[in-house]
């Protein structure tokens, strides 16, 4: 019943932004941790961001801190990354995860491709 269905990837150029979503449903949202992992061309999947239930404390990687930020809406069911000033390292299939009553959930993934 647990859904992630991601959104919001896309090509940009370096310097700009992209905000992806995940709408998740068949759990209560707002009682779960959420997450942000990525998965770059020849590398280890990474986590990116990690946001609590309720929003009062957030976590990141080193590479990503001061350039994104994961936010949640418990009223919409759905946690996004807003991506600024995107490097072209950023480059990789973003997932949304979360982890509800023992078993670790996944979303599709969305590609984010940062070019000129």
């Known amino acids: 019943q647990v859904q992630l269905v991601e959104s919001g990837g896309g090509l940009v150029q370096p310097g700009g932004s992209l905000r992806l979503s995940c709408a998740a449903s068949g759990f209560t949202f707002s009682n779960y941790a959420m997450s942000w992992y990525r998965q770059a061309p020849g590398k280890e999947r990474e986590l990116v961001a990690r946001i609590s239930s309720f929003s009062s404390s957030t976590n990141y990687a080193d590479s990503v801190k001061g350039r994104f930020t994961i936010s949640r809406d418990n009223r919409k069911n759905t946690v996004y990354l807003q991506m600024n000033s995107l490097k072209p390292e950023d480059t990789a299939v973003y997932y949304c995860?979360?982890?509800?009553?023992?078993?670790?959930?996944w979303g599709q993934g969305t590609q984010v491709t940062v070019s000129s």
């Open positions: 995860n979360c982890r509800v009553r023992g078993n670790e959930y």
